[in-house]
């Protein structure tokens, strides 16, 4: 059963223009919410996170929205560069657990950028 | 510097043998986790630890056994190894203290495991 769900394995896009990443979540207990990028033989790395307090969340280039009441969160990346080409995966967890509870992730997006 | 290490990178292996790969973080987190992603690229948390509390899930089997000699270590020791426990295994640590705060968890590089 998953609980957050990312349902587009793979998305192009062209260098200059955005991105939008979409992950939808089942979970009420989820209160906290990140986006990881993974290159292949790596770890994830943490991108940016959004607590559900808040609906939007900007950090340079990336900025997450969430739509609570959809259970739906968003990934934007604005302007997409060819370095951004990667695995995204989105996670949530209950925040008030403080981390013991783990992060559970989505199945992730390959996004590539198209020069 | 690296904020997560594991070793080794990769390990191949027979079937029943034991093994175990190291993690060790230098940021100072209080909580480290082991991830299991397995062949259909889900990233599932495995275990969830602090100097204080062992979270374990459920469906880990207890062949499986995290090994904390220090706050800044969390080993991942797997007995009487199967063909199913080859996967990528990473491990993670964060500052978030339960029921206090959450930080985001950094990763290490992961541990290919091959069970032949």
């Known amino acids: 059963d998953q609980q957050v769900k990312q349902n587009s394995p793979s998305l192009s896009v062209q260098e200059g223009r955005i991105s939008i990443l979409n992950c939808d979540y089942t979970n009420s207990m989820f209160d906290y919410f990140l986006w990881y990028k993974k290159y292949p033989a790596e770890g994830p790395t943490f991108l940016i996170s959004i607590s559900s307090i808040k609906d939007k969340n900007e950090d340079g280039r990336f900025t997450v929205f969430l739509n609570k009441s959809a259970k739906h969160l968003s990934l934007h990346i604005v302007p997409s560069q060819p370095g951004d080409s990667a695995v995204y995966f989105c996670a949530a967890t209950p925040l008030s657990g403080g981390g013991a509870d783990g992060l559970t992730f989505g199945k992730g997006t390959h996004l590539i950028i198209q020069p | 510097d690296t904020a997560v290490s594991q070793t080794p990178k990769y390990l191949v292996t027979q079937m029943g043998n034991d093994k175990s790969i190291k993690c060790e973080q230098n940021l100072g987190h209080d909580t480290m986790y082991w991830y299991k992603q397995d062949s259909k690229k889900f990233l599932k948390i495995m275990f969830s630890y602090n100097n204080k509390e062992l979270i374990i899930n459920e469906t880990v089997p207890n062949r499986f056994s995290p090994k904390s000699p220090d706050k800044a270590h969390l080993n991942l020791h797997i007995n009487s190894l199967e063909l199913g426990d080859s996967a990528v295994y990473f491990c993670?640590?964060?500052?978030?203290?339960?029921?206090?705060?959450?930080?985001?968890?950094?990763f290490g590089p992961g541990t290919r495991l091959t069970v032949l």
């Open positions: 993670a640590s964060s500052q978030g203290l339960p029921g206090i705060s959450y930080n985001e968890q950094f």
